[in-house]
């Protein structure tokens, strides 16, 4: 179907065709902003990786895609762009599933018509690649975190807000801490509990968390030190030695 069939009616649909012809002309983008910027930065990073990180890594990408993959963990990690699994890991490609969203957070288990990224993510990787672990992984100075605490932006309203409200009902102790900044790092923790109290609605993860093939763990990253924190069995979190 053409996109001028698919559009009529739909102003969000016209206002993306309008968008995509001032960006594009005959495939070449014709309007250079900051993002002109950045996406020259992307290539001249993308060659230095040909030039020198392909030839390294060339034959553990082509075993990859011969023999597929076996990660051996999910992380469930934030989106900000500070907090990346793979680094703080340092895991190479094929060793690591990652989806990254909002503050870490996993919903409750809801098998509706809607539409559940992370639960897909999940379902992939416990329930398709068998992974053994998943992990959800939060960190300091969370932008999510303090949208749920403080209210979110006029600009973050659409989505941001309501996918904070998986996160409301730690709220309230977090509140209870005596200053903002005890506040804010209260909630980090407590929203990776309820993360992985979620985690346990999945009637698959249940099943493999029960037979002992799978299990779930807490971490919390900060940003300044580089210092990673397991939650443990008592509920709090210890640095890693």
Known sequence: MA???RTTGNPYLRNARNVLRNVMVAGVPCKRTAWGDGLDQL???YRRFRREGWPERQRMFQALAQDGQRPAALVIGC???R???SAIF????GEILTVRNVANLVPPYAPDAAYHGTSAALEFAVRVLRVPHVVVLGHGQCGGIHALLRGAPDEAQDFVAPWMGIAAPARAQA????T???QQRCLEHEAIKLSLANLMTFPWITERVADGSLTLHGAWFAIHTGVLALLGPDGTFTAVA
């Open 3 to 5: 996109l001028a069939s």
């Open 43 to 45: 290539i001249e990073g």
């Open 79 to 81: 989106v900000d762009s």
């Open 83 to 85: 907090v990346d699994p």
């Open 90 to 93: 340092d895991v190479a490609p």
């Open 175 to 178: 509140l209870c801490c005596d």
């Open 180 to 182: 903002p900044e005890a």
